[in-house]
């Protein structure tokens, strides 16, 4: 009988190990599959937290350009965003009676279209420099230039500006600024104007 209870306080011993055992594995199972969840969750989180600055930082504004004289129908529109810097239009005209020309495209000072467009006033020129030519010599910030027009009378232009931005200071900031169409080509040499020509568009940029 001594003999027997012995072999049975063994047994017990040795199932408790082995039992002890499991335990311990399965927590430590338990321990590495919580940590990768944590990691995953961590990962997520920094991806959602990148997409979210990058959204941050991309900003677009859009103007709807419509004729400011009867006998010169038309229009157009452009759409704008800012991004590392900069800020890029992308501009499409329609005015089929300027079909075969080039017309001249210019941001001015105020985003009035009234009185045939004049209200916008002159070019925007926070700057304080001579009229011209886009990246040569003086120009000013609201000089963007020429668009040449198909025999439709339909052309486009895709501009980017460092010394634009959308929402910045006021040498900069763009919005409730007014996009005039001249009926003439921009000499870049007349001062102010260009010798363009009168006013045939008007529109005022707006953040969309």
Request: include cysteine; glycine fraction near 14%.
């Amino acid at each position: 009988m001594k003999y027997f209870s012995t072999l049975l306080i063994g047994a017990g011993l040795l199932a408790a190990a082995a039992c002890n055992n499991s335990s311990t594995t399965s927590s430590t199972s338990d321990s590495d599959s919580m940590a990768q969840d944590h990691a995953s969750m961590q990962s997520d989180t920094m991806a959602g937290m990148e997409a979210s600055t990058d959204t941050a930082s991309a900003q677009s504004a859009h103007v709807d350009i419509s004729a400011t004289k009867q006998d010169t129908t038309g229009g157009g529109s452009a759409d704008f965003t800012a991004m590392n810097g900069k800020v890029q239009m992308k501009l499409t005209l329609l005015f089929p009676k300027m079909a075969n020309k080039s017309v001249a495209v210019h941001l001015h000072e105020h985003g009035d279209c009234g009185d045939m467009g004049k209200g916008a006033h002159g070019h925007w020129n926070p700057t304080n420099e001579k009229h011209g030519k886009w990246g040569s010599g003086e120009y000013h910030s609201g000089d963007i230039g020429n668009v040449q027009l198909d025999g439709s009378g339909k052309g486009s232009l895709t501009f980017d500006s460092d010394r634009w931005t959308l929402g910045g200071d006021a040498k900069t900031n763009i919005l409730g600024r007014a996009v005039i169409v001249h009926s003439g080509v921009d000499d870049y040499t007349t001062q102010p104007t260009g010798n363009a020509g009168s006013r045939i568009g008007c529109g005022v940029i707006m953040r969309k």
